[in-house]
Structures are given as structure tokens and as C-alpha cells.
């Protein structure tokens, strides 16, 4: 009877192990996740968040959630450029996060000709920030489309869950000459 109860123990801390590292890789290994707080579509937003200039704003919805992407351009002006693109959440699922994977940018619709010299991401208190540096190729009316690759996270036993992963376009008309 001892030899089955220690069978049992040792059976039962083995598999606890195993789940628990399992736990542990899939947390560390998800993307950091900046959790928005669901805020109000006012002037006050963008304030609070010291947007200066917008250039246009884009709706996003994914998981019962919505967002707000703001793109705040200057220029184009001759040698590197900057975007900022500001992801708001304003309503729905309050546990459901958006994890930005990336920049996907074109230009007239085509990913060629497009030169990106930086890209970061900024996780702010009520808003999280991407910067995009890039240049233009010569003096020309260009369509830009400063496009993210977004991951929808929610959150099950505290453990973030995907659950889905979606395509922000962000559409410009721009008129370059250098």
C-alpha cells in the first residue's frame, strides 16, 4: 500500500511539473501585452496622450473589442520621415488586449520602394505608440498605408489566450516633393 501511494505522489508531482512548465514557457513566450484600459473617443484622449497632429483616425474591432488606431504624420519633408500611430482601446471586451507584432507597410499598394529605417513600440498607461521611421523614393503623389500586424489576446485563468490575429489599414494620400 505505501509502495502505490508513493507511485501515486511521485505520478502526480511529475505531471504537476510538466503542466506548470508548459504554463511557464507559454506565458513567457506570448508577446509583453500592454492592457488598455476601454477609454472614452474625445479630444481628452488624444491630449492625454500628447498626439499633436492627426492626420486620420481608423476604427478596429476584433474579439467583441474596439480600438482606435490615430496616425500622426509630419511631411513628408526631404531624408527621414516619422510616423506615430496610437492604439486606443474605446470599447467592448475590457479583458481582450491587442498586441502589435509589427509595421506591414505599403506603398501604392506594393511593399516594394519602400525603405523603413526604424520601428519601435512605446506601451504607454492609456495607449501604446509606434514609431515608424522611413523615406520616400523620389518627389511623387504616393498612397501610404502604415498598416500593423495585430495579435487579439484575452485573458483565461490568467493565462493570455490568442484569439485571433488581424490587419490594421491605415490609408494616406501623400503629396512628396523633397
Keep these: 500500500m505505501i509502495k ?3 507511485t501515486y505522489i511521485l505520478t502526480t508531482v511529475f505531471i504537476a ?6 504554463l511557464t514557457y507559454y506565458v513567457e513566450s506570448t508577446p509583453k501585452i500592454n492592457h488598455l484600459p476601454v477609454l472614452a473617443r474625445d479630444a481628452n484622449l488624444l491630449q492625454a496622450a500628447g498626439v499633436s497632429y492627426v492626420n486620420g483616425t ?8 474596439e480600438w482606435m488606431a490615430v496616425l500622426e ?6 531624408g527621414e520621415n516619422v510616423a506615430v500611430l496610437y492604439i486606443f482601446k474605446t470599447g467592448g471586451v475590457n479583458g481582450n488586449d491587442a498586441v502589435i507584432l509589427g509595421p506591414d507597410l505599403k506603398l501604392n499598394q506594393t511593399s516594394s520602394n519602400f525603405d523603413v529605417l526604424f520601428s519601435s513600440i512605446s506601451l504607454e498607461t492609456n495607449t501604446t505608440a509606434i514609431d515608424i521611421a522611413y523615406t520616400l523614393p523620389q518627389a511623387a503623389v504616393y498612397n501610404i498605408d502604415f498598416g500593423l500586424r495585430v495579435q487579439i ?9 490568442l484569439h485571433e490575429q488581424i490587419r490594421i489599414a491605415t490609408n494616406i494620400l501623400v503629396h512628396y516633393n523633397p
Excluded: K
Excluded at 489576446?153 to 489566450?161: D, V
Design 153 to 161: 489576446y484575452g485573458t483565461g485563468l490568467f493565462i493570455p489566450i
Design 17 to 22: 511539473t510538466i503542466v506548470l512548465l508548459t
Design 4 to 6: 502505490r501511494l508513493r
Design 73 to 78: 504624420m509630419r511631411g513628408p519633408t526631404a
Design 58 to 65: 481608423y476604427d478596429f474591432s476584433g474579439s467583441g473589442t
